[in-house]
């Protein structure tokens, strides 16, 4: 057993436990050869950051899995392009010409974008791009080819073989008008090309048949087989399960309900239910679900406007069975937790504490266990998760937070002049040596230009508050310009002890309020160095010159 085998089953990071309950599954390999992962997209609508989280779950439960087995993985991300058009998406170009297409398959509707032959193919080749943009090893499958080349036909005979059986799951899930209607099978009329919802009035087993009603009242005859049919939805994964022989598979708490009875169909075809994991959904800034339709989330493209694709990833690692918040304000804690854990993770490596022994500290490279120390830890870390185990080397570099703090005290509107203060702090850092941080620089000024700045609220300091803000502004006058920012911190610290504040909070809540506009900040000792001395000094003093720094 290799070591890392053996630190990733005692790994309490959640991937790592979810990979052994797939270890536990495939004590043999399946027949099929591989282990398969699957996630499915609606392609009624653009990929989004729902989208995105799923994929990238479910990529790192299959590299955790890779980690404890030599048994080859797939991972499908299936396109239900089949389903039919309810309504027309309200961010269409042309959405005329696809309500007159209502009901059909996505596959059989123009592209009202006018770039693919359907409006099916256009929302998958989205999907690719989409995922292709953000590295995922994945197959792309679409439903209509599955149905019509024939990949599901041997369980569509065995649903109509067990129509009753299956029935018997869904009916008690119905209210008493649906039941009327209702059949697992979905035909495709050779009229119209819909998708209908059609009483199934007679089946024939042996002939692979079932005969519906039509919308006009006509009785007709259609192979279940060859995409003339499609499964209601829930059949439909319950079928997929079995026809594919899905291993791993994971959803939001909205299909928990549904669970039960996609693994009863499954088992009814023959099949055996993948394991399952259920993660809770997010909600937007007043606690409520997010809602594509009402738009109360964020998409990615919003999240990538102030963080980096790194920090949207950590966020999507973090405690998945918990309900969060997925709005603006989450980001840059996130930025700044998501390189908190990746100078961690580099703190500890033995290429680190090497480097610490030959600068005359004490280190734990020269023990033998510092490497199995330090992968131990590695494997809970979700740098090496979010980095398939190869997590890039940390930079001292500013975090989000503090560079957010300078661009809202400076009045910055151009990453350039972010960047002044930067190379003044770090002179041989710039966009081109370092691109993460020239994002985090473009980040935080969107950042500061669309939430920070309209809310910005200054007051005057108290009496009290402007002695010591002026204790502290003559001891910056008077320290020399190689101090360092613990130095200075240190030296906040003092001040706020030598003056009558209930507590130290409220002097760094008077810092906040009265220099920086805003009721939390940064450590100050940092912003006062990546500020600037001088500039400090003098933002001290048209405080107690009671300017009004919203002017």
Same mark, same amino acid.
């Given at each position: ?12 990071? +959640? ?35 729902? %989208?995105?989280?799923?994929?990238? #779950? ?40 696809? #309500? ?14 006018? %770039? ?27 439903? %209509? ?26 009916? &008690? ?51 279940? %087989? ?6 209601? +939805?829930?059949?439909? $994964?319950?079928?997929? +399960? ?65 963080? &980096? ?11 998945? #069975? ?5 709005? $603006? ?39 033998? *266990? ?13 740098? +090496? ?8 080397? *940390? ?12 661009? *809202? ?11 002044? $203060? ?36 200054? #007051? ?92």
């Amino acid at each position: 057993m290799t070591p890392i085998k053996q630190l990733a089953l005692q790994s309490t990071a +959640w991937p790592f436990e979810e990979a052994r309950k797939l270890l536990e599954r495939t004590k043999a390999p399946p027949a099929k050869g591989y282990v398969l992962f699957e996630t499915g997209y609606g392609p009624s609508g653009l990929p989004h950051i729902g %989208t995105f989280m799923e994929v990238f #779950r479910t990529t790192l439960v299959r590299h955790a899995f890779q980690q404890l087995s030599d048994i080859p993985t797939r991972l499908f991300c299936i396109s239900d392009d089949m389903d039919g058009l309810r309504k027309v998406p309200e961010n269409i170009p042309n959405p005329e010409m696809v #309500r007159n297409h209502l009901g059909k398959p996505l596959t059989s509707i123009p592209d009202p974008f006018g %770039t693919h032959e359907s409006y099916g193919a256009h929302m998958n080749a989205r999907l690719c791009g989409f995922l292709d943009h953000y590295g995922f090893e994945y197959e792309f499958l679409s439903s %209509t080819e599955q149905y019509r080349k024939g990949v599901y036909d041997a369980k569509l005979l065995e649903v109509l073989k067990h129509y009753d059986d299956i029935m018997a799951v869904m009916l &008690p899930t119905l209210g008493a008008e649906r039941q009327a209607t209702y059949s697992p099978f979905m035909p495709v009329s050779a009229k119209t090309g819909q998708v209908l919802q059609a009483p199934v009035v007679e089946r024939n087993v042996a002939a692979g048949t079932i005969v519906y009603k039509d919308d006009d009242g006509a009785l007709v005859e259609t192979p279940v %087989t060859g995409g003339r049919c499609k499964l209601q +939805w829930k059949p439909d $994964f319950g079928m997929r +399960w079995a026809a594919l022989d899905v291993d791993y598979e994971m959803y939001g708490k909205d299909h928990q309900p549904n669970a039960q009875l996609y693994t009863g169909i499954c088992k009814i075809l023959g099949g055996r239910g993948p394991e399952q994991y259920v993660y809770e959904m997010f909600l937007d800034a007043e606690g409520k679900k997010i809602s594509k339709s009402k738009g109360n989330g964020i998409s990615i493209e919003q999240w990538l406007r102030y963080g &980096p694709p790194e920090s949207l990833s950590y966020y999507m690692f973090l405690s998945p #069975r918990k309900a969060k918040r997925l709005y $603006f304000d989450v980001i840059p804690r996130a930025v700044d937790d998501y390189q908190t854990f990746l100078e961690k993770y580099w703190n500890c490596h033995p290429e680190r504490s090497a480097q610490r022994a030959a600068e005359g500290s004490q280190a734990v490279a020269q023990d033998p *266990s510092a490497s199995l120390s330090f992968a131990q830890d590695g494997l809970n870390n979700p740098v +090496w998760h979010i980095h398939s185990g190869h997590p890039p080397k *940390s930079e001292n570099i500013p975090g989000f937070n503090l560079l957010l703090n300078v661009a *809202s005290v400076a009045g910055v509107e151009d990453p350039k002049v972010l960047w002044g $203060f930067v190379s003044n702090y770090l002179p041989d850092v710039s966009p081109q040596s370092h691109p993460f941080l020239d994002q985090l620089v473009k980040g935080a000024v969107n950042y500061y230009h669309d939430f920070v700045k309209p809310a910005k609220k200054y #007051r005057l300091p108290t009496e009290a508050e402007a002695k010591a803000l002026g204790e502290l502004a003559n001891y910056l006058e008077q320290a020399p310009a190689t101090i360092t920012a613990e130095d200075i911190q240190t030296e906040i610290y003092d001040i706020g002890k030598r003056h009558p504040f209930p507590e130290l909070k409220a002097w760094f809540s008077a810092l906040y309020e009265t220099l920086l506009g805003q009721p939390q900040g940064p450590r100050m000792g940092s912003f006062v160095k990546l500020f600037g001395k001088a500039e400090t000094i003098r933002l001290i003093r048209r405080v107690l010159a009671k300017e009004d720094l919203a002017a």
